[in-house]
């Protein structure tokens, strides 16, 4: 075997056996949680996506990838940080691949003038403190764990319409005033400064441990780049958002993401409700009434994910209460660079 070597993936076909290495090994780590379409990241290719720029490398033995890493270099906010996924085929871990890989990010990282990297590791949900190799392998780097999230997953099958329909209905009991929109792909342009709004919050509302990330900044025009990049990346997305009747405001709104070329799964993503209007089970609202038009609108999806805090104990209640059980634990790490 050769020594190994590093090599950028920058035009299609060196990102499709790139995007190989994720599928085997997310197929081998997880379960119901596939490696993201090589379609859906071809875009990235050709400059930023929706304010991100994507660095795919891979490390190369014997002329073939055998392990990965992609390094998210936000462009808005948070200019000093990076975010990174890495990945090691299953029949070659032990071998020391992933460190060669690990001390490439830094380098790399550090050469980009990034100075925060965080990334995550996996496991069972017990024990609670992180262990295994990808734990030890970031110790050694000095990183050090800063938020514990769960991983729960719905199971459509399991949880009848008519079970949701009726959180949906308790919930709409106490939330007198307030009414839901909702869509599919593009929202009004109307909503844009509203949702822009709750986006920002998304930052600094959840619980985010000891992650020392930045307030990010959001208005219109970055909310409207978000939608374009769901379409130019060929996703699916299904929103609920909930107005207040006597401001006009949307004060609150969830959304679920699917890629048509992956029709069983579906993950939750952003979720919030305006703190001034919490205490009206709108979070449940929301939830419920986007669950059941993600199954009118995609009836092949038979799998939901969604991650939440540890600590994020009102989120995790509505999950549960929706049908949600827990699959595995992640941690998110933070290295601080130079």
């Known amino acids: 075997m050769t020594g190994p070597a590093l090599r950028r993936a920058a035009d299609a076909t060196s990102l499709r056996k790139w995007q190989a290495v994720g599928a085997v090994s997310d197929a081998h780590d997880h379960v119901g949680l596939p490696a993201d379409p090589v379609e859906s990241l071809l875009p990235f290719l050709d400059g930023p996506v929706s304010g991100e720029v994507v660095e795919f490398w891979a490390l190369l033995a014997d002329g073939e990838a055998v392990a990965t890493a992609d390094i998210h270099l936000p462009q808005h906010d948070n200019l000093t940080g990076a975010e990174v996924d890495a990945r090691v085929l299953p029949t070659f871990r032990g071998h020391g691949f992933g460190r060669v890989l690990a001390q490439h990010v830094v380098d790399r990282v550090g050469e980009l003038g990034r100075s925060r990297l965080f990334f995550e590791t996996f496991g069972r949900t017990e024990p609670s403190d992180p262990s295994g190799a990808g734990a030890g392998l970031a110790r050694s780097f000095g990183a050090r764990p800063v938020l514990t999230e769960i991983r ?150 038979a799998h939901v994910s969604t991650w939440n805090a540890e600590a994020n104990t009102h989120m995790i209640a509505i999950n549960e209460a929706m049908g949600f059980r827990v699959i595995d634990r992640w941690w998110h790490w933070q290295l601080d660079v130079g």
């Open 152 to 301: 729960r997953v719905l199971s459509v099958a399991d949880v009848p319409d008519d079970d949701v329909g009726r959180l949906q209905e308790q919930a709409a009991a106490d939330a007198v005033g307030y009414s839901l929109e909702q869509w599919v792909g593009r929202s009004d342009p109307a909503m844009y400064d509203d949702l822009a709004a709750l986006m920002a919050r998304m930052s600094t509302d959840p619980p985010s441990g000891e992650r020392e990330w930045e307030p990010e900044r959001w208005d219109a025009d970055r909310y409207a780049e978000k939608e374009r990049a769901i379409e130019q990346r060929g996703q699916i997305r299904v929103a609920t958002a909930v107005r207040h009747d006597a401001s006009g405001r949307i004060v609150g709104f969830t959304e679920l993401g699917t890629d048509p070329r992956q029709p069983t799964v579906a993950f939750q993503w952003d979720t919030i409700v305006a703190p001034e209007h919490r205490g009206h089970r709108l979070g449940l609202l929301v939830k419920a009434a986007n669950h059941l038009q993600l199954r009118a609108a995609v009836p092949t999806v």
